[in-house]
Protein backbone atom coordinates (compact mmCIF):
# COMPACT_ATOMS: atom_id res chain seq x y z
CA UNK A 1 0.00 0.00 0.00
CA UNK A 2 2.47 2.55 1.23
CA UNK A 3 3.82 2.28 -2.71
CA UNK A 4 1.35 3.28 -3.82
CA UNK A 5 0.98 5.93 -1.84
CA UNK A 6 4.17 7.38 -2.53
CA UNK A 7 3.98 7.00 -6.91
CA UNK A 8 0.61 8.79 -6.47
CA UNK A 9 2.71 11.59 -4.34
CA UNK A 10 5.55 11.24 -7.12
CA UNK A 11 2.60 11.82 -9.99
CA UNK A 12 1.01 14.72 -8.80
CA UNK A 13 2.83 17.75 -10.01
CA UNK A 14 2.89 16.39 -13.08
CA UNK A 15 -0.71 15.92 -12.69
CA UNK A 16 -1.08 19.47 -11.12
CA UNK A 17 0.68 20.74 -14.58
CA UNK A 18 -2.07 19.00 -16.87
CA UNK A 19 -5.13 20.12 -14.65
CA UNK A 20 -3.62 23.55 -15.44
CA UNK A 21 -3.16 23.08 -19.02
CA UNK A 22 -7.00 22.13 -19.01
CA UNK A 23 -7.84 24.76 -17.40
CA UNK A 24 -6.69 27.19 -19.59
CA UNK A 25 -9.09 25.42 -22.41
CA UNK A 26 -12.31 27.50 -22.30
CA UNK A 27 -14.52 24.80 -22.47
CA UNK A 28 -17.94 26.17 -21.87
CA UNK A 29 -20.44 24.09 -23.71
CA UNK A 30 -23.37 25.75 -23.05
CA UNK A 31 -21.78 28.91 -25.24
CA UNK A 32 -21.91 28.59 -28.60
CA UNK A 33 -19.28 30.49 -29.05
CA UNK A 34 -17.01 28.32 -27.52
CA UNK A 35 -17.79 24.80 -29.10
CA UNK A 36 -14.42 24.80 -30.42
CA UNK A 37 -12.84 25.02 -26.95
CA UNK A 38 -14.74 22.20 -25.87
CA UNK A 39 -13.57 19.88 -28.96
CA UNK A 40 -9.61 21.02 -27.70
CA UNK A 41 -10.47 20.10 -24.65
CA UNK A 42 -11.62 16.58 -25.84
CA UNK A 43 -8.61 16.21 -27.36
CA UNK A 44 -6.69 17.13 -24.44
CA UNK A 45 -8.15 14.47 -22.45
CA UNK A 46 -7.83 12.17 -25.03
CA UNK A 47 -4.23 13.27 -25.37
CA UNK A 48 -3.39 12.93 -21.37
CA UNK A 49 -4.69 9.30 -21.61
CA UNK A 50 -2.59 8.37 -24.59
CA UNK A 51 0.11 9.15 -22.66
CA UNK A 52 -1.04 7.16 -19.02
CA UNK A 53 -0.95 4.15 -21.81
CA UNK A 54 -4.77 3.46 -22.88
CA UNK A 55 -4.42 2.52 -26.75
CA UNK A 56 -8.01 2.17 -27.35
CA UNK A 57 -9.53 5.93 -27.18
CA UNK A 58 -12.01 7.34 -28.94
CA UNK A 59 -14.16 10.77 -28.94
CA UNK A 60 -17.46 10.37 -29.37
CA UNK A 61 -20.72 12.89 -29.84
CA UNK A 62 -23.90 12.08 -31.01
CA UNK A 63 -25.13 15.48 -32.00
CA UNK A 64 -23.68 16.49 -28.79
CA UNK A 65 -20.42 17.78 -26.80
CA UNK A 66 -18.06 15.38 -27.64
CA UNK A 67 -17.03 12.54 -25.05
CA UNK A 68 -13.91 10.73 -24.45
CA UNK A 69 -13.50 6.89 -24.07
CA UNK A 70 -10.84 5.55 -23.19
CA UNK A 71 -10.31 1.90 -22.41
CA UNK A 72 -7.78 -0.39 -20.91
CA UNK A 73 -8.52 -4.19 -20.82
CA UNK A 74 -9.17 -6.15 -17.67
CA UNK A 75 -6.56 -8.58 -16.25
CA UNK A 76 -8.03 -12.18 -16.28
CA UNK A 77 -10.73 -12.54 -13.78
CA UNK A 78 -10.79 -9.10 -12.97
CA UNK A 79 -13.79 -6.41 -13.11
CA UNK A 80 -13.69 -3.20 -15.02
CA UNK A 81 -14.43 0.08 -13.48
CA UNK A 82 -15.59 2.92 -15.38
CA UNK A 83 -14.19 6.48 -14.31
CA UNK A 84 -16.57 9.49 -15.03
CA UNK A 85 -15.66 13.17 -15.19
CA UNK A 86 -16.95 15.66 -17.71
CA UNK A 87 -14.48 18.14 -18.99
CA UNK A 88 -17.12 21.09 -19.69
CA UNK A 89 -17.22 23.82 -17.35
CA UNK A 90 -19.94 26.47 -16.37
CA UNK A 91 -19.87 30.11 -17.59
CA UNK A 92 -17.08 31.71 -15.42
CA UNK A 93 -20.31 34.93 -14.98
CA UNK A 94 -18.90 38.16 -14.16
CA UNK A 95 -14.77 38.44 -15.07
CA UNK A 96 -14.76 41.41 -12.71
CA UNK A 97 -15.31 39.99 -10.09
CA UNK A 98 -12.51 37.00 -9.58
CA UNK A 99 -9.98 37.73 -7.82
CA UNK A 100 -7.32 35.80 -10.60
CA UNK A 101 -8.44 35.50 -14.56
CA UNK A 102 -10.93 32.87 -14.33
CA UNK A 103 -9.03 30.88 -16.78
CA UNK A 104 -5.39 31.18 -16.01
CA UNK A 105 -4.83 28.43 -13.20
CA UNK A 106 -3.63 30.55 -10.06
CA UNK A 107 -2.45 29.01 -6.83
CA UNK A 108 -2.70 30.80 -3.59
CA UNK A 109 -2.80 29.15 0.22
CA UNK A 110 -2.92 25.61 -0.93
CA UNK A 111 -5.60 26.19 -3.16
CA UNK A 112 -5.95 25.64 -7.26
CA UNK A 113 -7.98 28.92 -8.32
CA UNK A 114 -10.12 28.84 -11.96
CA UNK A 115 -13.38 28.00 -13.24
CA UNK A 116 -13.29 24.19 -13.86
CA UNK A 117 -10.17 23.74 -11.52
CA UNK A 118 -12.49 21.65 -8.89
CA UNK A 119 -15.88 20.91 -11.43
CA UNK A 120 -15.07 18.90 -12.64
CA UNK A 121 -11.31 18.79 -14.46
CA UNK A 122 -10.00 18.19 -10.70
CA UNK A 123 -12.16 15.12 -11.50
CA UNK A 124 -10.10 14.17 -14.66
CA UNK A 125 -7.00 14.99 -12.61
CA UNK A 126 -7.77 12.66 -9.88
CA UNK A 127 -8.14 9.86 -12.47
CA UNK A 128 -5.29 10.20 -14.52
CA UNK A 129 -3.08 10.53 -10.87
CA UNK A 130 -4.60 6.99 -10.13
CA UNK A 131 -4.11 5.79 -13.66
CA UNK A 132 -0.78 6.92 -13.50
CA UNK A 133 0.85 5.58 -10.35
CA UNK A 134 -0.05 2.20 -11.66
CA UNK A 135 2.69 2.80 -14.11
CA UNK A 136 1.08 0.62 -16.72
CA UNK A 137 0.38 -2.22 -14.54
CA UNK A 138 -3.69 -1.62 -13.91
CA UNK A 139 -4.94 -4.05 -11.54
CA UNK A 140 -8.91 -4.04 -13.26
CA UNK A 141 -9.72 -2.85 -16.51
CA UNK A 142 -10.60 0.44 -16.10
CA UNK A 143 -12.42 2.35 -18.90
CA UNK A 144 -12.41 6.12 -18.75
CA UNK A 145 -15.49 8.24 -20.03
CA UNK A 146 -15.17 12.04 -19.65
CA UNK A 147 -18.53 13.71 -21.16
CA UNK A 148 -18.43 17.50 -22.49
CA UNK A 149 -22.01 18.61 -21.49
CA UNK A 150 -22.92 17.17 -17.73
CA UNK A 151 -23.18 21.39 -16.86
CA UNK A 152 -25.88 21.56 -19.87
CA UNK A 153 -27.64 18.69 -18.67
CA UNK A 154 -26.14 15.87 -20.45
CA UNK A 155 -28.92 15.80 -22.97
CA UNK A 156 -27.24 13.58 -25.96
CA UNK A 157 -26.21 11.03 -22.68
CA UNK A 158 -28.87 8.45 -24.06
CA UNK A 159 -27.53 8.45 -27.49
CA UNK A 160 -24.21 7.87 -26.23
CA UNK A 161 -25.46 5.19 -24.20
CA UNK A 162 -27.28 3.59 -27.13
CA UNK A 163 -24.29 4.16 -29.32
CA UNK A 164 -21.35 2.91 -27.56
CA UNK A 165 -23.50 0.66 -24.75
CA UNK A 166 -20.46 -1.90 -25.10
CA UNK A 167 -17.54 0.58 -24.35
CA UNK A 168 -19.44 1.40 -21.65
CA UNK A 169 -20.24 -1.25 -19.68
CA UNK A 170 -18.75 -1.80 -15.83
CA UNK A 171 -19.22 -3.51 -13.27
CA UNK A 172 -18.07 -0.41 -10.74
CA UNK A 173 -18.71 2.77 -11.73
CA UNK A 174 -16.59 5.67 -10.16
CA UNK A 175 -18.30 9.25 -10.32
CA UNK A 176 -15.71 12.08 -9.17
CA UNK A 177 -18.20 14.85 -9.19
CA UNK A 178 -18.95 15.41 -6.02
CA UNK A 179 -18.07 16.84 -3.14
CA UNK A 180 -16.38 16.04 0.81
CA UNK A 181 -17.51 17.14 4.21
CA UNK A 182 -14.31 19.54 4.68
CA UNK A 183 -10.91 19.54 3.12
CA UNK A 184 -9.92 17.00 6.13
CA UNK A 185 -12.79 14.38 6.20
CA UNK A 186 -13.76 12.51 2.73
CA UNK A 187 -17.45 11.62 2.34
CA UNK A 188 -19.23 9.33 -0.14
CA UNK A 189 -22.04 10.60 -1.62
CA UNK A 190 -24.79 8.67 -1.31
CA UNK A 191 -27.54 10.84 -2.63
CA UNK A 192 -28.13 13.75 -5.13
CA UNK A 193 -31.26 15.66 -5.84
CA UNK A 194 -32.73 15.62 -9.58
CA UNK A 195 -33.95 18.72 -11.55
CA UNK A 196 -36.42 20.09 -13.49
CA UNK A 197 -36.68 23.63 -14.85
CA UNK A 198 -38.93 25.91 -16.93
CA UNK A 199 -39.16 29.13 -18.45
CA UNK A 200 -42.61 30.94 -17.67
CA UNK A 201 -43.92 34.16 -19.78
CA UNK A 202 -46.55 36.20 -17.78
CA UNK A 203 -48.31 38.62 -20.55
CA UNK A 204 -50.97 41.53 -19.48
CA UNK A 205 -51.00 43.33 -22.47
CA UNK A 206 -50.34 43.26 -25.94
CA UNK A 207 -48.16 46.63 -25.96
CA UNK A 208 -46.89 48.82 -23.58
CA UNK A 209 -48.92 51.95 -22.17
CA UNK A 210 -48.23 54.81 -20.24
CA UNK A 211 -47.74 53.95 -16.51
CA UNK A 212 -49.32 57.17 -15.60
CA UNK A 213 -52.22 57.06 -17.86
CA UNK A 214 -53.60 53.53 -17.16
CA UNK A 215 -51.41 52.27 -13.89
CA UNK A 216 -53.27 51.85 -10.76
CA UNK A 217 -55.94 49.73 -13.14
CA UNK A 218 -54.11 48.07 -15.78
CA UNK A 219 -51.85 45.50 -13.97
CA UNK A 220 -48.28 45.41 -15.74
CA UNK A 221 -46.48 42.03 -16.61
CA UNK A 222 -43.37 42.12 -14.03
CA UNK A 223 -45.87 42.72 -10.88
CA UNK A 224 -47.71 39.85 -12.05
CA UNK A 225 -44.58 37.63 -12.76
CA UNK A 226 -43.14 38.94 -9.12
CA UNK A 227 -46.80 37.85 -7.53
CA UNK A 228 -46.26 34.28 -9.12
CA UNK A 229 -42.96 33.44 -8.46
CA UNK A 230 -43.93 34.38 -5.06
CA UNK A 231 -46.44 31.77 -4.41
CA UNK A 232 -43.90 29.60 -5.03
CA UNK A 233 -43.09 29.45 -1.16
CA UNK A 234 -45.32 30.02 1.52
CA UNK A 235 -43.96 32.28 4.57
CA UNK A 236 -41.52 30.47 6.44
CA UNK A 237 -39.98 29.43 2.73
CA UNK A 238 -40.88 26.05 2.21
CA UNK A 239 -42.04 24.96 -1.30
CA UNK A 240 -46.01 25.63 -1.73
CA UNK A 241 -46.13 23.57 -4.79
CA UNK A 242 -48.18 20.55 -4.36
CA UNK A 243 -47.58 17.24 -5.04
CA UNK A 244 -44.13 17.12 -4.38
CA UNK A 245 -41.55 14.07 -3.28
CA UNK A 246 -39.85 15.00 0.13
CA UNK A 247 -37.50 11.93 1.21
CA UNK A 248 -35.67 11.54 4.35
CA UNK A 249 -31.97 12.50 4.65
CA UNK A 250 -28.88 10.77 5.99
CA UNK A 251 -28.25 10.87 9.29
CA UNK A 252 -25.59 13.77 10.26
CA UNK A 253 -24.62 16.99 12.36
CA UNK A 254 -25.12 19.89 10.06
CA UNK A 255 -25.69 22.89 12.14
CA UNK A 256 -27.46 26.27 10.89
CA UNK A 257 -24.45 28.24 11.79
CA UNK A 258 -22.62 25.97 9.76
CA UNK A 259 -24.65 26.51 6.60
CA UNK A 260 -23.81 30.27 7.56
CA UNK A 261 -20.21 29.59 7.69
CA UNK A 262 -20.02 27.75 4.63
CA UNK A 263 -22.27 30.54 2.23
CA UNK A 264 -21.26 33.44 3.81
CA UNK A 265 -24.59 34.09 3.75
CA UNK A 266 -24.90 38.24 4.69
CA UNK A 267 -26.03 38.78 8.05
CA UNK A 268 -29.14 39.35 9.33
CA UNK A 269 -30.24 37.08 6.41
CA UNK A 270 -32.37 34.12 7.43
CA UNK A 271 -32.61 30.69 6.33
CA UNK A 272 -36.01 29.48 4.44
CA UNK A 273 -37.63 25.98 4.85
CA UNK A 274 -37.83 23.87 7.99
CA UNK A 275 -37.06 20.36 9.10
CA UNK A 276 -33.22 19.97 9.25
CA UNK A 277 -30.71 21.62 6.90
CA UNK A 278 -29.55 17.61 5.30
CA UNK A 279 -33.63 17.17 4.85
CA UNK A 280 -33.68 20.37 3.38
CA UNK A 281 -30.28 20.43 1.37
CA UNK A 282 -30.52 16.76 0.27
CA UNK A 283 -34.12 15.50 0.48
CA UNK A 284 -36.64 18.29 0.18
CA UNK A 285 -37.33 19.81 -3.26
CA UNK A 286 -36.42 23.21 -3.82
CA UNK A 287 -37.14 26.33 -5.91
CA UNK A 288 -35.26 28.85 -7.34
CA UNK A 289 -35.14 32.03 -9.76
CA UNK A 290 -32.25 31.62 -11.79
CA UNK A 291 -32.81 34.26 -14.40
CA UNK A 292 -35.38 37.00 -15.41
CA UNK A 293 -35.90 38.66 -18.82
CA UNK A 294 -37.66 41.73 -18.82
CA UNK A 295 -36.64 45.97 -19.27
CA UNK A 296 -33.25 46.60 -17.99
CA UNK A 297 -33.02 49.39 -15.78
CA UNK A 298 -31.01 51.44 -17.91
CA UNK A 299 -33.94 51.22 -20.65
CA UNK A 300 -36.91 51.74 -18.56
CA UNK A 301 -39.27 54.20 -18.78
CA UNK A 302 -42.71 55.08 -17.08
CA UNK A 303 -44.32 52.56 -19.26
CA UNK A 304 -46.51 49.48 -18.46
CA UNK A 305 -44.02 46.30 -19.41
CA UNK A 306 -46.58 44.31 -21.26
CA UNK A 307 -44.78 40.47 -20.61
CA UNK A 308 -42.15 39.35 -18.43
CA UNK A 309 -39.96 35.85 -18.31
CA UNK A 310 -38.35 33.84 -15.11
CA UNK A 311 -36.49 30.66 -15.53
CA UNK A 312 -37.41 28.26 -12.81
CA UNK A 313 -35.08 25.67 -11.46
CA UNK A 314 -36.54 23.09 -9.18
CA UNK A 315 -34.28 20.27 -7.31
CA UNK A 316 -36.03 16.73 -7.14
CA UNK A 317 -35.76 14.71 -4.07
CA UNK A 318 -34.47 11.28 -4.55
CA UNK A 319 -37.35 9.14 -4.62
CA UNK A 320 -39.14 11.72 -6.82
CA UNK A 321 -39.69 11.47 -10.58
CA UNK A 322 -38.52 14.95 -12.30
CA UNK A 323 -41.20 14.11 -14.88
CA UNK A 324 -43.68 14.16 -12.46
CA UNK A 325 -42.48 17.36 -10.83
CA UNK A 326 -42.08 19.81 -13.90
CA UNK A 327 -45.83 18.80 -14.73
CA UNK A 328 -46.58 19.42 -11.08
CA UNK A 329 -44.32 23.06 -10.95
CA UNK A 330 -46.58 23.91 -14.67
CA UNK A 331 -49.89 23.36 -13.31
CA UNK A 332 -49.29 25.59 -10.07
CA UNK A 333 -47.88 27.90 -12.25
CA UNK A 334 -51.09 28.26 -14.56
CA UNK A 335 -53.16 28.44 -11.59
CA UNK A 336 -51.58 31.16 -9.58
CA UNK A 337 -51.31 33.27 -12.65
CA UNK A 338 -52.59 36.86 -10.47
CA UNK A 339 -55.08 39.52 -12.26
CA UNK A 340 -56.15 36.69 -14.72
CA UNK A 341 -52.86 37.37 -16.40
CA UNK A 342 -51.61 35.14 -19.23
CA UNK A 343 -49.19 32.71 -18.13
CA UNK A 344 -46.92 30.29 -20.72
CA UNK A 345 -44.62 27.58 -19.29
CA UNK A 346 -41.96 26.35 -21.67
CA UNK A 347 -40.51 22.96 -20.16
CA UNK A 348 -37.04 22.77 -20.01
CA UNK A 349 -34.26 20.21 -18.62
CA UNK A 350 -35.03 17.11 -16.42
CA UNK A 351 -32.06 15.33 -14.74
CA UNK A 352 -33.61 12.11 -12.59
CA UNK A 353 -32.34 12.14 -8.70
CA UNK A 354 -30.63 9.17 -7.50
CA UNK A 355 -29.99 7.38 -4.34
CA UNK A 356 -27.41 4.78 -3.39
CA UNK A 357 -27.54 1.44 -1.30
CA UNK A 358 -24.33 1.61 -0.41
CA UNK A 359 -23.48 -1.84 1.01
CA UNK A 360 -21.61 -4.17 0.41
CA UNK A 361 -18.11 -5.42 -0.73
CA UNK A 362 -17.69 -2.23 -3.29
CA UNK A 363 -18.62 0.25 -0.69
CA UNK A 364 -16.51 -1.71 1.93
CA UNK A 365 -13.94 -1.30 0.17
CA UNK A 366 -14.38 2.03 -0.89
CA UNK A 367 -14.70 2.59 2.62
CA UNK A 368 -11.12 1.41 3.84
CA UNK A 369 -9.63 3.21 0.52
CA UNK A 370 -10.79 6.67 2.15
CA UNK A 371 -9.62 5.83 6.09
CA UNK A 372 -6.04 4.98 4.31
CA UNK A 373 -6.12 7.82 2.56
CA UNK A 374 -7.13 10.61 4.46
CA UNK A 375 -6.81 8.87 7.85
CA UNK A 376 -10.14 9.23 8.88
CA UNK A 377 -13.55 7.66 8.40
CA UNK A 378 -15.95 8.83 5.24
CA UNK A 379 -19.03 10.19 6.16
CA UNK A 380 -22.18 9.22 4.09
CA UNK A 381 -23.48 12.62 2.76
CA UNK A 382 -26.63 13.18 0.10
CA UNK A 383 -26.01 16.69 -1.95
CA UNK A 384 -28.23 18.68 -3.29
CA UNK A 385 -27.00 18.97 -6.60
CA UNK A 386 -27.27 16.56 -9.85
CA UNK A 387 -25.55 14.30 -11.96
CA UNK A 388 -28.10 13.23 -14.48
CA UNK A 389 -25.87 10.83 -15.65
CA UNK A 390 -26.19 8.39 -12.47
CA UNK A 391 -29.35 7.24 -12.98
CA UNK A 392 -29.56 6.79 -17.02
CA UNK A 393 -25.96 4.91 -16.22
CA UNK A 394 -27.74 2.85 -13.17
CA UNK A 395 -30.59 2.02 -15.45
CA UNK A 396 -28.43 1.06 -18.52
CA UNK A 397 -26.12 -1.08 -15.80
CA UNK A 398 -28.57 -2.24 -13.18
CA UNK A 399 -25.60 -4.49 -11.72
CA UNK A 400 -23.18 -1.82 -11.86
CA UNK A 401 -21.79 -0.87 -7.90
CA UNK A 402 -22.13 3.15 -8.33
CA UNK A 403 -19.48 5.17 -6.17
CA UNK A 404 -19.85 8.91 -6.17
CA UNK A 405 -16.53 10.95 -4.70
CA UNK A 406 -14.91 14.15 -5.75
CA UNK A 407 -12.63 16.65 -4.56
CA UNK A 408 -15.04 19.58 -4.09
CA UNK A 409 -15.59 20.84 -0.68
CA UNK A 410 -17.50 23.92 1.16
CA UNK A 411 -15.36 26.80 0.29
CA UNK A 412 -14.67 25.44 -3.17
CA UNK A 413 -17.26 27.94 -4.86
CA UNK A 414 -18.25 26.01 -8.22
CA UNK A 415 -20.56 27.57 -10.58
CA UNK A 416 -19.63 31.16 -9.01
CA UNK A 417 -16.81 33.65 -9.26
CA UNK A 418 -13.44 32.57 -7.63
CA UNK A 419 -13.86 28.67 -7.99
CA UNK A 420 -11.19 26.58 -6.24
CA UNK A 421 -9.68 23.08 -5.62
CA UNK A 422 -7.96 22.04 -2.18
CA UNK A 423 -5.00 20.71 -3.51
CA UNK A 424 -4.46 18.40 -0.56
CA UNK A 425 -7.87 17.33 -1.41
CA UNK A 426 -6.41 16.64 -5.00
CA UNK A 427 -3.73 14.07 -3.18
CA UNK A 428 -6.23 12.41 -0.75
CA UNK A 429 -8.64 11.94 -3.49
CA UNK A 430 -6.06 10.67 -6.00
CA UNK A 431 -4.69 8.57 -3.21
CA UNK A 432 -7.96 6.89 -2.13
CA UNK A 433 -8.67 6.24 -5.76
CA UNK A 434 -5.64 4.15 -6.52
CA UNK A 435 -6.32 2.11 -3.30
CA UNK A 436 -9.38 1.52 -4.42
CA UNK A 437 -8.78 0.17 -8.14
CA UNK A 438 -5.93 -1.78 -6.08
CA UNK A 439 -8.33 -3.45 -3.73
CA UNK A 440 -11.09 -4.33 -6.37
CA UNK A 441 -8.51 -5.90 -8.66
CA UNK A 442 -8.01 -7.90 -4.92
CA UNK A 443 -11.78 -8.59 -4.38
CA UNK A 444 -12.25 -10.75 -7.63
CA UNK A 445 -8.91 -12.80 -7.19
N1 LIG B 1 -20.65 18.54 -9.85
C1 LIG B 1 -21.99 19.04 -9.94
C2 LIG B 1 -22.97 18.23 -9.11
C3 LIG B 1 -22.78 18.44 -7.64
C4 LIG B 1 -23.15 19.64 -7.07
C5 LIG B 1 -22.25 17.45 -6.84
C6 LIG B 1 -22.97 19.84 -5.72
C7 LIG B 1 -22.05 17.67 -5.49
C8 LIG B 1 -22.41 18.87 -4.93
C9 LIG B 1 -22.41 19.06 -11.39
O1 LIG B 1 -21.39 19.54 -12.24
C10 LIG B 1 -23.54 20.03 -11.58
O2 LIG B 1 -23.34 21.19 -11.37
N2 LIG B 1 -24.67 19.53 -12.02
C11 LIG B 1 -25.74 20.35 -12.44
C12 LIG B 1 -26.66 19.46 -13.25
C13 LIG B 1 -27.65 20.14 -14.11
C14 LIG B 1 -27.04 21.02 -15.17
C15 LIG B 1 -28.55 19.13 -14.75
C16 LIG B 1 -26.47 20.94 -11.26
O3 LIG B 1 -26.53 20.33 -10.18
O4 LIG B 1 -26.99 22.06 -11.40
MN1 LIG C 1 -19.62 18.63 -11.90
MN1 LIG D 1 -21.32 21.75 -12.02
Redesign the pocket.
Known sequence: MSDLVDRVKSVLPSVRADLGALVRIESVWADPARRDEVRRSAEMVSKLLSEAGFDDIRTVSEGGAPAVIARHPAPPGAPTVLLY??HDVQPEGDVSQWASAPFEPTERDGRLYGRGTA??KA?IATHLAAIRAFEGDLPVGVTVFVEGE??SGSPSLGALLGAHRDLLSADVIVIA??MNWTTAVPSLTVSLRGLADCVVEVATLDHGLHSGMWGGVVPDAVSALVRLLASLHDDDGNVAVEGLHEGSAADVEYPPEQVREETGMLAGVTQIGTGSVAERLWAKPAITVIGIDTTPIATSSNTLIPTARAKVSMRVAPGGDAGRHLEALTRHLEQHAPWGARVTVTPGDLGQPYAIDATGPVYDAARTAFRQAWGTDAIDMGVG?S?PFIAEFAAAFPDAKILVT?V?DPATQ?HSINESLDLGVLERAATSEALLLEALGALHR
Open positions: AHDDGEEDSGIGEA
